[in-house]
């Protein structure tokens, strides 16, 4: 599995809304494989359907679907800004996807006027407002993923709705995308002795393989033999230990004929005793040597095997680790959402109360001005009858 994982990012790349469909950016860029169990009504074809009767080993069934998701994340990442552009007509039903749409969106268009900004000045602020830019950008596409993984169905029809339609360039690396899984399950499936007739009748013009595809292949290639080169050596050190085995076995069968030797010139000259007590002595070493050798050999299986168990056991626990790990992830973002909207509130209730405050203290200062006026025109009219 680890020849097909090869990160994301072309869908975390720090580029315009609109240049996420570019062929330029597809043929450049590094294709995300992300392992997911949503597929688009236009994804390949099951491993079963194009295997016929045959089936697939469960290494092979997982290379297949990581191809087959490969493909599935390539289409939304190209019918992306369509979404981007029909999210301002809210014509996405689901809360949470408009919003995510929509920050990612403004994060594109900040980018952009980031990166024009650092063409003009050149400066090592803008250069680092924009690194904090792309980063945001990053895991903005991350956030974007995770919510279509979650909601196949909204994805699937929008897109019936919409009747969304790629480019010829899109097209293209879809479809050569298609045949590269067609042709990778076509290998998977075929044995070592088919793929020997292949190789030994196959015609004399052979198709011409795109040069993205080829770089797959070669890197597959490369890969591979890495593996078969480390199998060769483990192999290696296995033959250097069987050879050990049988030199050391060879020199107890030498010495054990010598002894048998030394044993029959005894009987022969008349010493019988002595000979036998050796040979006897020779016997229980050898034995002995042989138990022993037995006794490490069980031991030391019994430990690999104990090491093979804690190793699973170990990779469960890591496997249920990562879960509670990405489900407190999630609970700490929400809570931090929670906490600044309660913030933006307790904002808002402050200042209504200081307008209050301010509205009221005003009323009662023009009351009091009032009142006041009044009582000194009530003297002076009392003054003025007195006369």
Request: hydrophobic residues 35%; proline residues 3%.
């Amino acid at each position: 599995m680890s020849v097909f994982t090869t990160g994301i990012d072309l869908l975390s790349s720090p580029l315009s809304v609109s240049s996420l469909s570019s062929p330029d950016i597809m043929s450049e860029g590094t294709i995300g494989l992300v392992t997911t169990e949503t597929r688009s009504e236009d994804a390949p074809k099951s491993c079963d359907e194009l295997s016929g009767r045959k089936l697939l080993s469960p290494e092979a069934g997982c290379i297949a679907k990581i191809l087959e998701n490969c493909i599935s994340e390539v289409e939304f990442v190209l019918t992306l800004p369509a979404f981007l552009k029909l999210n301002s007509l809210t014509c996405v039903a689901d809360t949470e996807l408009s919003r995510a749409l929509q920050e990612h969106q403004t994060l594109a268009e900040r980018l952009e006027t980031l990166e024009g900004l650092r063409q003009e000045s050149g400066g090592e602020q803008e250069k680092g407002s924009k690194e904090r830019a792309q980063q945001d950008f990053k895991k903005s596409v991350k956030n974007l993923l995770r919510l279509v993984r979650a909601r196949p169905d909204v994805i699937s029809d929008f897109r019936l709705e919409q009747d969304m339609e790629v480019g010829e360039s899109e097209s293209i690396l879809i479809n050569e995308l298609k045949k590269f899984h067609s042709h990778m399950v076509e290998k998977l499936l075929t044995s070592v002795s088919e793929e020997l007739k292949q190789t030994l009748y196959k015609p004399t013009s052979s198709p011409v393989i795109p040069s993205h595809t080829m770089d797959l292949m070669n890197s597959t290639e490369e890969k591979l033999s890495a593996a078969i080169t480390e199998k060769d050596a483990e192999v290696r050190h296995l033959v250097g230990i069987i050879s050990t085995t049988c030199k050391t076995l060879k020199m107890y069968l030498r010495q054990k004929t010598t002894n048998n030797f030394f044993y029959d010139i005894y009987l022969t000259h008349g010493c019988v005793y002595l000979p036998l007590q050796k040979n006897e002595e020779l016997e229980k070493d050898i034995e002995s040597l042989l138990q022993n050798f037995d006794t490490h050999l069980d031991f030391n299986e019994k430990e690999h095997e104990k090491e093979l168990e804690e190793l699973r056991k170990q990779e469960q626990s890591f496997s249920v680790l990562e879960v509670e790990f990405n489900q407190i992830q999630e609970k700490h973002r929400l809570e931090e959402e929670k906490r600044k909207q309660e913030m933006k509130d307790l904002v808002l209730k402050t200042k209504a109360a200081i307008y209050a405050q301010a509205w009221w203290r005003g009323y009662s200062t023009r009351k009091a001005l009032k009142n006041k006026g009044k009582s000194k025109k009530a003297k002076k009219g009392k003054g003025k009858k007195i006369k």
